[in-house]
Each structure stands twice: as structure tokens, then as C-alpha cells.
């Protein structure tokens, strides 16, 4: 029996139950009312994820769920926003009532686990694809952005580089399909993992307010995203790659070639890249520590003038340009 529109919410709704003291009317209306605590500012991102460009078409419906609410919350985290409530427009082929519950439950996980609220959306007929509005708060002036990175600060990432890229190649290769299992804590298992559950660095973001000159989040690659910052920042910055989260591993399996392509190119890997002045270093640390951030490493410096340096092993200079990445300075 094929389900209306209105029953299609109610699936969503019923996996989605998180409330909030601060909706003062949430799902169900013309819109939603939301209460911003005095002295805070609100801060939005929405990211769209099409089936077959931004996540394999067989990919789970758990995952999708999932990977949808956690690119727009690593956004807010970037900024060094709470998140607090979300939206949710979807367009489906069909109405497949298994699929988006199970859709729903992936989404849900993650909205419980920083208490956002799914405050209304959209459900319409179409090729798959879905957009999530997500909105946070900062108090007032401590956001970080993309624009304070300073010649002498030190660029770090907290987070892994490149693993979701060798899992997408690792799926797109046909070596893995969809739910095949590699034993756990194996290194495809990690990866497709990491592609499947990036992992926003949400207390990582906030622990860095007031610390961090400047943050972004990577999700179209390091040389890419980092390139954001040093044009916002009229910067440029020398990294090793070595010394990059994930490096050794990656290397391992992959070769120097590939690791290096998947870690400075790959894309998806939802790491925060972050600069901090030298001498805010130790707190940044010690921060991020308190805050229960995972792996943070020191992968370079900004320097005057403008794009990316890339150092290999030996201290050379990559040659980025042959790569086909000059266009990232
Ligand atoms: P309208 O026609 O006024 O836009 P809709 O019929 O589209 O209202 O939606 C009814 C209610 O359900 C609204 O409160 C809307 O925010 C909510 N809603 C619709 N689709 C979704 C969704 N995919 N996720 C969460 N809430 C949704
Ligand atoms: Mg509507």
C-alpha cells in the first residue's frame, strides 16, 4: 500500500523524538518557533546529499541518515557552535516505508547524541536526495571562521585524513560491497567506517573558541579546504606530510602515492583543520584534551604569501602543480 506524504512524516517523526526546552513550537506547523538564549548568536549551514554523487547509491540507509545530519553538524562544529536543533528535506523516490525508517534511525542516533531537535522539514516525490538545515549557538563574537590565520601560527587537524577516501575507493572499486564485513578493526573496516560515520568534532570546535585564529572543516580535501582559509586569511602554509593523522596507516596499505592523494585530496574526511598562534599552542592541547578530542596533530606552519607547500618525508617540496592541484593555492 503505497503511504501518503503525511505518513511518511509521522515515520520520521516517530523515529525523530527529541525535544528541546528552547522549541517553543516545533514539528507540525507552518514552521517552527525557536527560543535563542540572550547573548547568544545563531549559527546556520545546510548541505545537500544526492544518492550516487554524494554517497554510493547502495549505501545503507542507516549510514545516509547518519552522514546527512553529520556533514551539517561538523559545519557548525567548525564554527565553534552548539548544535541545537535541525531540519530535513527529503525527496524520495519512492515511499518505502522500511527504508526510511531505518533512514530516520541513523539520523536519530546522531541527533540524540548532541541533543538536536528536528524542528519541520520537507517530503517530496523525486530522485534521492536529501538536505539538511542544521543551526547552533555561539555566544555572541566567539565564533570561529575561516579568516584569522596569521603568518607564524601553527596549522593542526584533529581528526584522521584520507580514510574515507580509501574507503570510497575501496567500495567504488568493487573490492567491498555494501554491508560485505571486513573483520572488525581491520583497516578497510575502519575506512569504510570513516565514510560511512564521519564523526563531527563537535566538543573539539568549542574547546577551541577563543583559541584557534581561524577553523574549518574538511570535507572536499585538505589542500582544498585549508586553501579556503588561506585566501579568507591572505595567508599561505607550509605542511609535512608525515605528519599527518592517518599518514602511517594509509601508507601502509596504499603506498606513499595514494596515501598522499587520499589524505591531501580524498575528500569527506570531516576533520577539523585548525591555526593557533605559537604560544596558545599548549592551551589548545590541553583544551582539546579536556574536551575529549581524539587524535590532534601538528601538520605544518602559515607562512607570508599565499597557497600550499607540501613537504614530503625527506623535506622536499611535493610538486602539487603536476597533480593537478595548483588551482587549490
Ligand atoms: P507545509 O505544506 O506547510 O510546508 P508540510 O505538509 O510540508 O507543511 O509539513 C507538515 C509539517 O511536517 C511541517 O511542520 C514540516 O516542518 C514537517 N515536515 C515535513 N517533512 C518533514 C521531514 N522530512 N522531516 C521533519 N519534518 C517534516
Ligand atoms: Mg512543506
Redesign the pocket.
Known amino acids: 500500500m503505497a503511504l501518503s506524504?503525511?505518513e511518511?512524516?509521522d515515520i520520521?517523526?516517530q523515529e525523530?523524538t527529541l525535544a528541546s526546552a528552547d522549541v517553543v513550537l516545533g514539528?507540525?506547523?507552518?514552521?517552527?518557533v525557536l527560543q535563542v538564549p540572550p547573548g547568544q548568536h545563531l549559527v546556520a549551514c545546510t548541505d545537500m546529499l544526492i544518492a550516487g554523487r554524494h554517497f554510493p547509491l547502495d549505501t545503507a540507509p542507516e549510514d545516509i541518515g547518519w552522514k546527512a545530519l553529520a556533514v551539517n553538524v561538523s559545519d557548525l562544529a567548525a564554527m565553534g557552535a552548539r548544535p541545537a536543533w535541525c531540519?530535513?528535506?527529503?525527496s524520495l523516490p519512492s515511499p518505502d516505508a522500511e527504508w526510511l525508517r531505518a533512514f530516520a534511525r541513523g539520523f536519530a542516533e546522531l541527533a540524540v547524541q548532541h541533543q538536536i531537535a528536528?524542528?519541520?522539514?520537507?517530503?517530496t516525490r523525486g530522485p534521492l536526495s536529501v538536505t539538511v538545515t542544521a543551526l547552533g549557538l555561539v555566544p555572541a563574537g566567539s565564533a570561529l571562521t575561516r579568516a584569522g590565520a596569521a603568518v607564524g601560527d601553527r596549522v593542526l587537524i584533529c581528526g584522521r585524513l584520507g580514510w574515507a577516501a580509501a574507503g570510497l575507493s575501496l567500495r567504488l572499486g568493487g573490492a567491498l560491497a555494501a554491508g560485505a564485513s571486513d573483520p572488525a578493526g581491520s583497516p578497510a573496516a575502519q575506512w569504510i567506517d570513516a565514510l560511512n560515520r564521519p564523526v563531527p568534532l563537535v566538543a573539539a570546535g568549542q574547546a577551541l573558541r577563543g583559541i584557534a585564529s581561524s577553523a574549518i572543516d574538511i570535507s572536499d580535501g585538505l589542500l582544498a579546504d585549508l586553501g579556503h582559509v588561506l585566501r579568507a586569511s591572505g595567508v599561505g602554509a607550509e605542511l609535512r606530510v608525515e605528519q599527518m593523522p592517518g599518514h602511517s596507516e594509509l601508507r601502509q596499505q596504499l603506498g606513499s602515492e595514494r596515501a598522499r592523494d587520499c589524505m591531501l585530496a580524498g575528500g569527506d574526511d570531516y576533520a577539523l583543520c585548525f591555526t593557533v598562534p605559537v604560544e596558545r599552542v599548549d592551551d589548545a592541547l590541553a583544551a582539546l584534551q579536556a574536551s575529549g578530542a581524539g587524535q590532534v596533530a601538528d601538520i605544518g606552519c602559515i607562512c607570508a604569501g599565499s597557497g600550499v607547500v607540501v613537504l614530503d618525508a625527506m623535506g622536499q617540496a611535493i610538486n602539487l602543480e603536476r597533480r593537478g592541484w595548483d588551482h587549490f593555492g
Open positions: 506524504e503525511f511518511l512524516i520520521i517523526r525523530c514539528n507540525g506547523d507552518d514552521a517552527a531540519l530535513l528535506a527529503l528536528l524542528v519541520g522539514g520537507d517530503t
